[in-house]
């Protein structure tokens, strides 16, 4: 039996995946999947790198940086693809996905297809227990709340919703 130490990276990981699927819940549950998630959350994940990094940058702010600048990728993403549906918004989200591996594994300064390497090791166990929280405790009440009665009923009958004045 290995000991905890043999476990905590396993279990941080499974948290962060735990932290991307919460996300990625509250999105499909209007219907519309993105495929976009891991791509996203990758750019966020290299910026805080570099932050924290290359010009040493504290953990915190760097974290705080790249959420900012991933939520106006995404949003700029979501802008572009505001009236797509199906399998054209899920192709082109995927597209993205693979666009963004390509200019990752071509850019030297990040490590290219090596990948990015030296980056202090800040994320512990409380913090991705307290964030994974967070973020089920989110998605729960978006589930609960008007605006997710909203995208439940979207993601069934658009029509319907758009005459019960839902913003389809």
Do not use: H
Not at 140 to 150: I, K
């Amino acid at each position: 039996m290995g000991s905890f130490g043999f476990w905590q990276p396993i279990i941080i990981f499974s948290l962060l995946n735990v932290i991307l699927t919460s996300g990625l819940y509250i999105t499909a549950l209007s219907g519309q999947l993105s495929m976009a998630t891991a791509a996203l959350a990758g750019i966020g994940g290299y910026i805080s790198a570099v932050l924290t990094a290359n010009f040493d940058w504290p953990f915190v702010p760097a974290i705080l940086v790249a959420a900012a600048a991933t939520a106006i990728i995404g949003g700029l993403l979501a802008a572009l693809m505001v009236r797509m549906r199906d399998f054209i918004l899920k192709l082109t989200t995927l597209a993205f996905g693979e666009a963004m591996s390509v200019i990752a594994f071509n850019i030297p300064y990040i490590g290219g297809a090596n990948g990015f390497s030296g980056i202090p090791l800040y994320t512990t166990m409380t913090d991705v227990v307290a964030v994974a929280a967070l973020a089920i405790f989110i998605a729960w009440r978006f589930d609960n709340s008007q605006l997710g009665l909203a995208s439940r009923a979207v993601r069934d009958d658009p029509l319907a919703a758009a005459c019960n004045g839902v913003s389809v």
